[in-house]
């Protein structure tokens, strides 16, 4: 069993800043590719940010400039820096990790998190 915990959301004002972690748990062998995830109130779930297991990040461009990816593969968490926070940052955000749990085998294990909520709002 592999298990995702997103933390750091909450309320914060536009222009605020706010941090996310996303730590896995569990059977993990070696993590590979992993990503942010947001859903908009009313939207569809939509890619946000991700980084490579070498940590290499892309960012789509409705964040780029204002959101910084990152990773510590030592503790098996991911970052995500929101700086300059607008009110259409609102949303769920998920974090998404493609997961080998054994080293004998390539086969990866796509997990997601629970969540957890952004509200920009004055």
């Known amino acids: 069993q592999v298990q995702l915990v997103e933390t750091g959301g909450g309320l914060v004002q536009p222009g605020g800043s706010l941090r996310l972690s996303c730590i896995a748990s569990?059977?993990?062998?070696?993590?590979?590719?992993m990503k942010w995830y947001r859903q908009p109130p009313g939207k569809e779930r939509e890619w946000v940010a991700g980084?490579?297991?070498?940590?290499?990040?892309n960012y789509s461009d409705s964040v780029k400039g204002r959101f910084t990816v990152s990773r510590d593969n030592a503790k098996n968490t991911m970052y995500l820096q929101m700086n300059s926070l607008k009110p259409e940052d609102t949303a769920l955000y998920y974090c998404n990790a493609k997961i080998r749990k054994w080293s004998w085998s390539w086969l990866e294990f796509d997990n997601w998190g629970q969540g957890t909520q952004v509200t920009v709002s004055s």
């Open positions: 569990g059977s993990i062998f070696k993590i590979n590719d």
């Open positions: 980084t490579t297991s070498s940590g290499s990040p």
